[in-house]
């Protein structure tokens, strides 16, 4: 059975994140999505980030941060 971009585009928002869901953990348990590194990597963050929360940006931090990357681009 094939599936095209345009018949995803057609379900429902909840059902597309579902699916996003679903692709994004057969990929990670696939072995081919991160390399050993990048994955202990990501875990060391996430200790860092659980044994000291306040190192953590906020979402406004986070936009501002994307905004001044984009602007330094163009420039």
């Known amino acids: ?7 995803i585009q ?3 928002p909840q059902t ?3 699916l996003a869901e679903q692709i994004w953990d057969g ?3 696939s072995g081919h999505l ?3 590194e990048q994955i ?3 875990r060391r963050r996430a200790q860092e980030l659980n ?6 940006m906020t979402e406004e931090q986070m936009w501002a941060k994307v ?3 984009r602007n330094a681009r163009k420039s």
């Open 1 to 7: 059975m094939e599936i095209s971009i345009n018949d």
């Open 10 to 12: 057609k379900l429902p």
């Open 16 to 18: 597309q994140l579902e």
């Open 27 to 29: 990929l990670l348990h």
């Open 34 to 36: 991160l390399s050993e």
């Open 40 to 42: 202990s990597e990501t």
């Open 51 to 56: 044994d000291n929360p306040s190192i953590a």
């Open 67 to 69: 905004d001044e990357l």
